[in-house]
């Protein structure tokens, strides 16, 4: 067609042949379905599965020919009989009867042929995933596994090392693990035996086991060998294609129909043993990973976080709390590099998609009059380079294998319909790879990318016809389709429903192209001019940032998601209300006033202003004093000092707990934030305490262990420009009608506390009438010495006590006599594994008359009034 043109640059027009063609949905989703069941099933079910499809299609086909010939014979007799019968109606009437005969047999023999297609897919589908799963169960690795045994082996990374997230244990932060995929190659036992095989795992290298320099390759840091620069983990740098030699544990895969024969638990304090360096095109690729990554150091935290990952993929600097954001607001698919990012930088050399006869017209291939056939040569490179430097995620090889197609259309001016181009990545990426077919990310991928070639246009112009700016259709229709076709499933996942989604994307939207080519020209500009290259990315953080806005503002909304079951059960569930909404909404549409209202009680709904809130729950209270979040196990306490200002004691675990409480409480100035010790549970949930408020100061106490959380507490304190105080006993504090006194820790505590807990911040409040004691986690050494203290003798009879140490049995019998409170408040997580609070401890406190409240039963706490008028109020 192109060549036929005449035109250097080819045909203006490629020949658009007929309606969509659909041909190919049907088999894909046979292989798809097959490859799921089949990777997990036995090899015998496998072989059964392939045998019979094989022999029903060759059935199929057999008989598809036999009715072929069948037709062709009552053709010709058709026609003979209206030769004889010419000039006769009876005549006309048999050939018109038998041309009907043989236009059934073509339906008959096209009907059999694609139900024999379909099931020849199925047989290949399951013959690949047969022999994907017998690569788990051949060579030594499985037997290894099954007897937990020691081992030195060989290995080749497949993958990009990653961190897991840490997590909260009770009073201490667990340590992150590291992670990549692998191949083992070479193993030798502790006997001496050496077995070679190619077996694919998971290698687990265990936080405390990655610091240092690598050893290894061609020297004393090893020719490939990735070196540590600036605190970086030489894990971390390490290349996929590398090999490398490590001594690990071999044990079974964590849970079954996972493309794994076994883990790898790296031991010891073992460092990075190069033995090969990774391949060319990686090294390549590592050059310009890590170019970007000294291009956007400057940058504030969330553009330095985001950038990384939305260009190639690289989330080492993204926060849990940024994460938790991107996921409440299911901006997931923006937080790491996706197909989306394939399509803009093709879009930009071959021009938009949406034009679908020109689309070779508007890129810069077409204004450096670059040939049709050129364009997709130099598109087919740029894909795989793409592919290579942002590595082979489900998303990416989706969008990759669809842009290869569109390419090969490009090149041969034939008509580019991306629906079959969709259906054709599928068949051909699962059956590449069949563990694709149990990919959340490769189903959520394929959903989307089916929403914006069904739903959206057919919403956009629905919405066009109702005067909606063509620009903004388009946007909210792409928006909304996605989200109403993958909510199901992220549901599934994260056993909830986000009533954000649509707007955060939608505004979010705007912003991905401008920083995903400024993302690339900076990692374009990083090995040449790295001057170049930190202007780009300066420019580029200014998109960056409005998207990691848009996340946590989305995600800060008090109702911002709802809970929902996580269940395929659940999905349908979902999928049945979305359909039910859009049919709602439809006829919403013709009506503007009834369409308002849904809008702005939604908008409340989300929102949760803190005077609505208020008149609709009662929460919080007028007048409230004080009041206790219901934040796990943990502690967030908050002082009222009025007109939305607090003083808050503790962060808790969680921010996003923390965040919640305080925006209930309609807390936005926090003149000081008093964390009385380091344990996690006190102090992990500070960047929710400080989101998007304004703090006058952190104070701490002067202990500082752990150290890990120490330095946590300082690195959020300077990144936020907060000044950090240490408390010390006798120190006097007001702000508003709130004032308060430090009874511990001393200044130079004799002899040393035996732990962070013993070195908690104490606090004796006066909030106008009401008398609060704040005893951190203080344990009985620290409270019999704070009894003895002088500043003892003002403790008697305070009328509220929050209870050290989440009400754990170990508490002084003196000092719960000696301040006999009339409100005893406990901070504790349901279900916990310490037995918090004891009951020993519950039953003291009431035998001296105190009234015992505990978060995990009654929710929030706050306290209100003084003397006889004391009360709580509960939400």
């Not at 290894?144 to 082996?153: D, F, G, K, M, P």
């Not at 939305?310 to 991107?326: C, H, I, K, M, Q």
């Not at 051909?428 to 959520?444: E, I, K, N, Q, T």
């Amino acid at each position: 067609m192109h060549a036929a043109s005449g035109r250097r640059l080819g045909a203006s027009h490629p020949r658009a042949e007929g309606p969509i063609d659909l041909r190919l949905v049907a088999p894909a989703a046979a292989v798809w379905l097959t490859a799921a069941v089949s990777v997990g099933a036995s090899p015998g079910r496998v072989t059964a599965v392939a045998t019979v499809s094989l022999i029903a299609a060759g059935a199929l086909s057999v008989a598809g020919r036999r009715t072929a010939r069948t037709g062709r014979g009552d053709g010709d007799t058709g026609t003979g009989s209206g030769g004889s019968g010419a000039g006769r109606g009876e005549a006309g009437t048999g050939r018109g009867g038998s041309g009907a005969g043989q236009g059934r047999g073509v339906v008959r023999r096209g009907l059999w042929v694609s139900v024999a297609a379909v099931l020849l897919c199925v047989a290949a589908a399951a013959a690949s995933a047969g022999l994907h799963a017998a690569d788990l169960r051949r060579g030594p690795v499985p037997a290894l596994a099954e007897r937990y045994a020691e081992v030195t082996a060989e290995v080749e990374i497949t993958s990009d090392p990653r961190l897991t997230r840490p997590r909260i244990s009770g009073d201490h932060v667990a340590p992150a693990a590291l992670l990549f995929d692998a191949d083992v190659t070479r193993v030798t036992q502790a006997d001496g035996t050496v077995l070679a095989t190619r077996t694919p795992v998971l290698v687990i290298v265990d936080a405390r086991s990655r610091r240092g320099a690598p050893r290894g390759f061609g020297g004393r840091s090893g020719r490939g060998a990735p070196r540590e620069t600036g605190g970086r983990s030489p894990w971390l740098s390490l290349l996929p294609s590398t090999r490398l030699r490590v001594a690990a544990r071999v044990v079974p895969a964590l849970s079954d129909g996972e493309d794994i024969a076994a883990v790898l638990r790296v031991r010891g304090s073992a460092l990075p043993d190069v033995v090969g360096a990774p391949s060319g095109p990686q090294r390549f690729a590592g050059r310009l990973r890590e170019g970007l990554r000294k291009a956007t150091d400057g940058l504030d935290a969330d553009a330095r976080a985001l950038l990384p990952g939305l260009v190639v993929g690289d989330t080492s600097r993204v926060t849990p709390e940024l994460d938790d954001a991107f996921e409440a607001t299911d901006l997931t698919h923006l937080l790491a590099v996706s197909g989306g990012n394939l399509v803009i930088v093709l879009a930009l050399f071959i021009g938009p998609p949406g034009l679908a006869q020109r689309v070779e017209r508007r890129g810069l291939a077409a204004r450096l009059g670059v040939p049709l056939r050129a364009t997709a040569l130099l598109g087919g490179g740029l894909t795989l380079a793409f592919v290579v430097v942002c590595r082979p995620d489900p998303s990416v090889l989706r969008a990759a294998a669809c842009g290869a197609i569109s390419l090969l259309a490009i090149a041969t001016g034939r008509r580019r319909s991306l629906i079959p181009a969709l259906a054709a990545a599928v068949l051909l990426l699962v059956l590449y790879d069949p563990w694709l077919a149990r990919s959340y990310g490769f189903l959520l991928s394929v959903l989307a990318t089916g929403a914006l070639l069904t739903l959206a246009p057919r919403w956009s112009a629905a919405l066009q016809r109702r005067r909606v700016p063509a620009r903004v259709a388009e946007a909210l229709a792409a928006a909304a389709a996605a989200q109403a076709l993958c909510a199901p499933v992220v549901a599934v996942l994260s056993a909830r429903v986000s009533l954000v989604a649509v707007p955060c994307n939608l505004l979010a939207e705007f912003a991905v192209a401008p920083a995903t080519v400024l993302g690339f020209a900076t990692l374009a500009a990083a090995p040449l001019a790295m001057p170049v290259a930190e202007v780009l990315a300066w420019w580029a953080s200014w998109p960056a940032r409005w998207i990691a806005g848009i996340a946590r503002t989305g995600a800060a909304q008090p109702g911002a998601g709802v809970d929902w079951p996580d269940s395929w059960t659940g999905a349908l569930l979902l999928a049945l209300g979305t359909v039910a909404a859009v049919a709602v909404g439809r006829r919403l549409l013709r009506h503007p006033l009834p369409s308002g209202v849904g809008a702005v009680l939604l908008l409340l709904f989300v929102v949760q202003p803190p005077p609505l809130t208020r008149v609709i729950t009662g929460w919080p209270p007028p007048g409230w004093r004080f009041a206790m979040c219901d934040v796990g196990q943990g502690d967030t306490s908050v002082l009222a000092v009025g007109d939305g200002s607090a003083v808050v004691v503790d962060a808790g675990p969680d921010p996003v707990l923390a965040d919640r409480c305080l925006s209930t409480l309609g807390v936005t100035r926090i003149p000081l934030v008093v964390l009385t010790h380091f344990h996690a549970d006190h102090v992990a949930g500070l960047p929710g305490v400080l989101r998007g408020r304004s703090v006058g100061a952190i104070e701490t106490t002067g202990f500082e262990e752990p150290l890990e959380q120490a330095e946590f507490v300082r690195r959020e304190a300077h990144a936020r420009h907060i000044p950090l105080t240490r408390a010390v006993a006798g120190e006097r504090r007001s702000a508003g009608d709130l004032d308060w006194r430090v009874l511990w820790p001393p200044p130079d505590p004799f002899p040393p506390p035996d732990g962070p807990n013993d070195a908690s911040v104490t606090l004796l409040v006066r909030s106008a009438g009401l008398r609060l004691l704040l005893l951190g986690d203080l344990e009985p050494p620290a409270q019999r010495a704070l009894a003895r203290s002088p500043a003892a003798a003002g403790l008697a009879g305070v009328d509220v006590l929050k209870v050290a140490h989440h009400g754990s049995a170990y508490q002084d019998p003196e000092l719960i006599r000696g301040v006999a409170p009339r409100l005893a408040l406990i901070s504790v997580g349901g279900d916990n594994t310490y037995g918090h609070p004891a009951p020993s401890t519950v039953a003291a406190l009431r035998a001296r008359g105190a009234v015992v409240l505990r978060t995990d039963e009654d929710g929030d706490l706050a306290v209100t009034g003084e003397g006889e008028g004391l009360g709580v109020a509960r939400h």
